[in-house]
Every structure is written in structure tokens, then in C-alpha cells.
């Protein structure tokens, strides 16, 4: 069966770009301009996820969200021009599975909705085996990553990671000590053809050490080498 993505953006020119390189990759796509068409349209026509923008008319990307919740939980991607972490632990506290600030790469968006769609299709898998098959989740002291089910867990408590910052700490919990250079994190993280700073992986570092710091003010379990790069220290 085809893939439904469903895109809500008040610029018709990103919904235009955008679309055109999702139907190139295979998907079916939807498209609206604003917040409340788009709720009617998901609830008589669900899809398999959804990109949205965060600031829209008639009714905003995180009043929609919570919305669909009341009724599905298909995946979710948020698209913003805001430069506020408040925004995105909220969204993620919300529930959405990734976050992209303004203005974006076709191809990074196309990538994390390939990852997510895949995670998701593993976790359907497993539950219809009953579960049998393994999660190859990686334990590091108090870390607990499940890769399939894109969790994360510090000291029995949950952690809400965005894919990119999920695929950021499994490279660098996966061998406890050894040092990730800037440009290793980039190329695991981002895919080849997707140019970002490398101060780009400062500011994932800092906000996942924001993030594991809500729940333990304590942490220091990923490291910075000056000059060189960072490294999890297991503890």
C-alpha cells in the first residue's frame, strides 16, 4: 500500500516544494494551509504522518496536535521558524516524534520521514509476533535506549528525544569511552548529501545534556573533548 504523509503549512510554496519531492520518493501526499482543515481532513482521512507547522491561521500547529491525539496517534513532524526550546520540549511533550527548524533541507525532512516510518513499521512487526522479536536496546549504567520503539530512559525516567538527538547519544552510548568527532556525528546523524555546520552537533549536545538535566540535575554522561569531539561516559 502507498504511504499518506499530510502536510499543513500556511506557505503554499513549501507545500508545493515539498510535496513534489515527497510524490518523487513514492509517497501520497495531502496537503493544507491551515490548522483546522487539516483536523477535519485527518479525521475523515487519516494518514500515515503528518508534517506540521507550527505557527498557522485559524488554529496552530501544537492546538492541532493535541487535537488528533484525542482521537490517533499517527507520527508526527514539526516544522518551525522559531528558534525556542520552550516550543520543542513542548511539542515533544505533546508527543511528536521530531522537530525542523525554518529553513529546512527536502532531503533531511525526506530521511527523518523514512526513519520514523521504519521505526514504526519495526514496532508493528514485533507486536504482531508478540513480541518476540529482540529490540536491541543498549544498556549503559542508568541509560536504557530501545532503538525500534525510539526510547530513551535515564535512571527509570523517560527521556524525549527527537530522531536526530536519538541517533546523536546511540553512537556515542554504543562504545562507552571512545571519542565521536563532530564530523562522525554529522555523517551518522545527517545523510550524506545534507550539508549542516558542525556547530550544528554543539547545539544537539546542548540540548540533549538540557534534556537528560530535567530529570537529574546531575548528569554528566556525555563529555566534551575540546579540539576533538564528545564521548558517553557510562556511570
Known amino acids: 500500500m502507498v504511504t499518506t504523509i499530510t502536510l499543513v503549512d500556511d506557505d503554499q510554496n513549501i507545500l508545493t516544494s515539498v510535496s513534489m519531492a515527497l510524490e518523487a520518493e513514492g509517497f501520497e501526499v495531502m496537503t493544507y494551509t491551515d490548522g483546522a482543515s487539516a483536523l477535519e481532513g485527518l479525521n475523515n482521512n487519516p494518514s500515515d504522518l503528518a508534517v506540521l507547522d507550527i505557527k498557522m491561521p485559524r488554529m496552530d500547529g501544537m492546538e492541532l496536535l493535541r487535537r488528533l491525539r484525542e482521537k490517533q496517534n499517527l507520527p508526527v513532524i514539526f516544522l ?25 533541507s527536502q532531503r533531511l525532512l525526506i530521511e527523518r520521514i523514512k526513519t520514523i516510518l521504519r ?3 519495526a514496532v508493528k512487526k514485533m507486536q504482531a509476533g508478540n513480541g518476540v522479536e529482540e529490540s ?32 546523536i547519544l546511540e553512537a556515542l552510548a554504543h562504545r562507552p569511552g571512545h571519542v ?4 562522525q556525528l554529522m555523517d551518522i546523524a545527517y545523510n550524506d ?43
Open 80 to 104: 518551525t521558524s522559531k528558534d525556542d526550546e520552550i516550543d520543542e520540549m513542548l511539542g515533544l511533550k505533546m508527543g511528536a516524534d521530531d522537530y525542523i527548524k525554518k529553513p529546512f
Open 119 to 121: 521505526r514504526l513499521d
Open 136 to 167: 536491541g536496546a543498549i544498556i549503559r549504567g542508568r541509560l536504557k535506549l530501545d532503538p525500534v520503539r525510539h526510547l530513551c530512559n535515564w535512571n527509570d525516567k523517560d527521556v524525549k528525544l527527537t530522531v536526530t538527538e536519538f541517533l
Open 180 to 183: 565521536k568527532s563532530r564530523d
Open 193 to 235: 548529501d545534507v550539508y549542516v555546520d558542525d556547530r550544528t552537533i554543539d547545539s544537539h549536545i546542548k540540548r540533549l545534556r538540557k534534556k537528560f538535566r530535567v530529570v537529574d540535575k546531575e548528569f554528566d554522561g556525555i563529555e566534551t573533548l575540546y579540539g576533538v569531539g564528545y564521548r558517553y561516559s557510562e556511570s
